[in-house]
């Protein structure tokens, strides 16, 4: 894989005027129709009232008078009804879900030093006597295809020679990982650890007694009475649950912070064998982590990035095949690592397609809801050879975060969703600058989204990943302001030199 700056070109003035203006009415004519679509059902009900409000400026003073005396006779039937209609806002105001809103987050960028270039990567593979020749060049084909950079991160352990993958190394790791990016995360929002009601941190193949969330307790001495949560074993698609368990704890414990933290620990899991379906997560997976500060607190609505609109979770672990696609387990020499079946791509559109008939209809506009379904009857009752008609979510959403787990990934994505570039060039950016982060990859993504300036005031993003088991997990967030990038933000000092071109 070579990556090239684009080349830029000049165009005549009139020429880019053109483009411009053409662009811009594209624009203003898809906005208008996504709003309209969007506020169908309040614009229906905005007719309604105008048109009571019009009837009711032709009545007559008299026929205000019969109305009057119409409710005297009934008033034991007009105070219930009124008390009724008090008690229903009562009851609906104190149970409708509390807000959820995104104060910030933070992403970890490890020092310079950690950075693997593809080459220093096979030097090092050479060296270890664990690999066989086979073993080297299926490696190296892997890394020639798969869309990551020169400037990933390896932990500390796996630059040494021989590498010395133990659990001190692996505890080093995570709390490098873990504390830098909550560091960052203090430092961003001027929060207090003290603060913090709720903690649930994320990692599938690390957990060591004590927890991930007992060391961030205390390292941060935070308070006797917090709620933690540690999640292992649930793959790349656990920061999307971690969000939904924080959300959830949210509606139950008013006016507080939640926390939660996602990472994956590379040192302990690094695969010393010659299989190659459990080669492959040592060729994708680098170093990274985030951090992310929710809140429940509604004056923290101005000052916060995005609020939480929905989360969809799908799990196919009934599916044998499907359960076993992503499995840890020992190769015939008795060497541990993870291995990636030859289904996954089909298993993981699989999934996906059952994710988004769930979210379709909480996202999409009225006309690509009527669409879906309707081809759905056809398919059921006339024919089902009809093909499905996918439904364009570029009406639902602006920004897209799907889950940077390989280019292939990236691609089939794109092409079923029938996504452009520019839609995917988040995830195959941060694929090529920080390679698969598992689970924190989504806030890389969003990160490059907001360094570029592109999150505007009431843009909608969609977070979409994938995890063993099998899952396919989606969080749906929406802009309160336009939003800068954060102080701290992991592209701060390399954004103008993407995106980058890739040849492979």
Not at 313 to 339: I, L, M, N, W
């Amino acid at each position: 894989m070579v990556s090239k700056e684009p080349n830029s070109t000049t165009a005549s003035c009139g020429s880019t005027t053109s483009i411009v203006l053409r662009d811009h009415l594209q624009r203003s004519i898809k906005l208008g129709y996504h709003y309209l679509m969007t506020h169908f059902l309040f614009l229906c009900l905005v007719t309604l009232i105008a048109i009571t409000l019009t009837q009711a400026s032709e009545l007559k003073y008299e026929d205000f008078e019969n109305l009057y005396l119409k409710l005297q006779c009934n008033l034991a039937t007009v105070v219930a009804f009124s008390c009724l209609v008090v008690v229903g806002f009562t009851v609906y105001y104190m149970s409708r879900p509390r807000p959820v809103y995104l104060v910030d987050y933070a992403c970890y960028r490890p020092p310079d030093r950690l950075q693997v270039k593809n080459q220093k990567f096979m030097d090092h593979s050479r060296l270890i006597p664990d690999f066989n020749e086979s073993s080297l060049e299926f490696q190296r084909k892997i890394l020639e295809r798969s869309g990551l950079g020169e400037q990933t991160y390896l932990p500390e352990a796996m630059h040494q020679i021989p590498p010395i993958p133990s659990i001190t190394a692996a505890r080093e790791e995570a709390e490098q990982v873990m504390f830098g990016a909550l560091d960052n995360l203090f430092s961003a929002t001027g929060i207090k650890p003290k603060d913090i009601g709720i903690l649930v941190v994320n990692c599938s193949l690390f957990n060591p007694t004590p927890s991930l969330s007992a060391m961030i307790v205390n390292k941060y001495k935070l308070r006797g009475n917090i709620k933690t949560f540690n999640l292992g074993g649930m793959g790349c698609s656990a920061g999307v649950i971690a969000i939904d368990l924080a959300k959830d704890m949210l509606q139950l414990h008013r006016n507080t912070y939640a926390v939660v933290v996602s990472t994956e620990n590379i040192t302990q899991n690094w695969y010393f064998g010659n299989k190659k379906s459990m080669l492959i997560p040592n060729c994708l997976f680098r170093v990274g982590g985030s951090a992310v500060l929710l809140s429940n607190w509604r004056s923290d609505m101005y000052r916060s990035k995005y609020r939480n609109i929905h989360v969809v979770r799908t799990h196919k672990g009934s599916s044998d095949v499907a359960f076993k696609c992503v499995y840890q387990e020992q190769d015939e020499r008795g060497k541990p690592g993870v291995s990636l079946s030859k289904d996954l791509m089909k298993i993981a559109g699989n999934a996906l397609k059952t994710n988004i008939t769930t979210l379709g209809p909480l996202v999409l506009p009225i006309r690509e809801q009527l669409l879906f379904f309707i081809t759905l009857i056809l398919r059921k009752i006339i024919n089902p050879n009809i093909k499905p008609y996918i439904p364009d979510f570029k009406l639902a959403f602006d920004h897209f975060c799907i889950h940077a787990g390989g280019r292939a990934v990236i691609d089939e994505l794109e092409k079923n969703l029938s996504l452009e570039p520019i839609h995917v060039e988040a995830s195959r950016m941060t694929l090529h600058r920080f390679g698969n982060t598992s689970s924190s990859s989504i806030w890389y993504e969003l990160a490059y989204s907001e360094a570029k300036g592109r999150v505007r005031k009431g843009d909608r993003v969609w977070q979409i990943a994938f995890g063993s088991g099998f899952k396919c997990n989606s969080a749906v967030w929406q802009a309160l302001r336009n939003v800068k990038p954060s102080c701290n933000s992991p592209w701060l000092d390399c954004i103008d030199s993407y995106p980058v071109e890739m040849v492979y």
